[in-house]
C-alpha cells in the first residue's frame, strides 16, 4: 500500500506539474518549489481547520519547508532557463536580496507554531508573507 502511494507521487507528480520543462536544472528547482507549495497547503488545510491539526503531519510539513528553503541558493545558483520557467532574471542580478528572501522563508518556517489552530493560522500569516515578498520580485 505504502509502496503503490509513493510510486504514484514519483511518477504522477512531476508530470503533472512541469509537463514540458526540459531543463533539468529548471525542474530541479520547479520541484523544490511544487515540494514547499505542497507543504504550504497543508499547513494552510490545518490552518483553516479544513484538516484536523495534525502535530505530527504538521512538523513533517514544516520539516520540508525548512530543508526547501535551504536548498534555495544551490538550486537557483545557475542562471537556468527554460520557456517554462516563470523565475525573473533579476533573480541573478539582485542574488543576495534573493537569497535573503530564501533565509527568511526558512525562519518563517522555523516559527511556526503548533500549539492549536489559531496559533497555527497566526504563524502562517508571517510563512505566507514570506512567499509572497519573493514572488513578487522575482516570480513571473
Ligand atoms: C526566495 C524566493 C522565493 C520564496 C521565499 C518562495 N518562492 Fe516559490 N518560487 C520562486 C521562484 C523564483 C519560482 C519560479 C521558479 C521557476 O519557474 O523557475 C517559484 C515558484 C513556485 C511555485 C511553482 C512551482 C512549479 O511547479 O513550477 C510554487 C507552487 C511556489 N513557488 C510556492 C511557494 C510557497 C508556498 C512559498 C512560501 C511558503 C514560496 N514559494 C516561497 C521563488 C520563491
Given at each position: 500500500?505504502?509502496?503503490?502511494?509513493?510510486?504514484?507521487?514519483?511518477?504522477?507528480?512531476?508530470?503533472?506539474?512541469?509537463?514540458?520543462?526540459?531543463?533539468?536544472?529548471?525542474?530541479?528547482?520547479?520541484?523544490?518549489?511544487?515540494?514547499i507549495?505542497?507543504?504550504?497547503?497543508?499547513?494552510g488545510?490545518?490552518?483553516?481547520?479544513?484538516t484536523?491539526?495534525h502535530?505530527?503531519?504538521?512538523?513533517?510539513?514544516?520539516?520540508?519547508?525548512v530543508l526547501?528553503?535551504?536548498?534555495?541558493?544551490?538550486?537557483?545558483?545557475?542562471?537556468?532557463?527554460d520557456?517554462k520557467s516563470?523565475?525573473?532574471?533579476?533573480?541573478?542580478?539582485?542574488?543576495?536580496?534573493?537569497?535573503?528572501?530564501?533565509?527568511a522563508?526558512?525562519?518563517?518556517?522555523?516559527?511556526?507554531?503548533f500549539?492549536?489552530?489559531?496559533?497555527?493560522?497566526?504563524?502562517?500569516?508571517?510563512?505566507?508573507?514570506?512567499?509572497?515578498?519573493?514572488?513578487?520580485?522575482?516570480?513571473?
Open positions: 500500500m505504502r509502496r503503490l502511494l509513493l510510486a504514484t507521487l514519483l511518477t504522477a507528480t512531476p508530470l503533472m506539474a512541469h509537463d514540458g520543462v526540459k531543463d533539468p536544472q529548471v525542474m530541479a528547482r520547479m520541484d523544490g518549489m511544487a515540494a507549495g505542497a507543504a504550504t497547503k497543508t499547513l488545510d490545518m490552518a483553516k481547520g479544513e484536523t491539526l502535530q505530527a503531519k504538521a512538523r513533517m510539513a514544516r520539516d520540508t519547508i526547501q528553503a535551504g536548498k534555495i541558493p544551490a538550486l537557483f545558483e545557475a542562471e537556468a532557463a520557456p516563470e523565475a525573473m532574471p533579476n533573480i541573478w542580478t539582485d542574488w543576495a536580496d534573493f537569497t535573503a528572501k530564501g533565509e522563508l526558512k525562519a518563517a518556517a522555523q516559527g511556526l507554531d500549539t492549536d489552530q489559531a496559533a497555527l493560522a497566526a504563524s502562517m500569516r508571517a510563512l505566507g508573507g514570506s512567499c509572497a515578498a519573493c514572488h513578487k520580485v522575482y516570480r513571473k
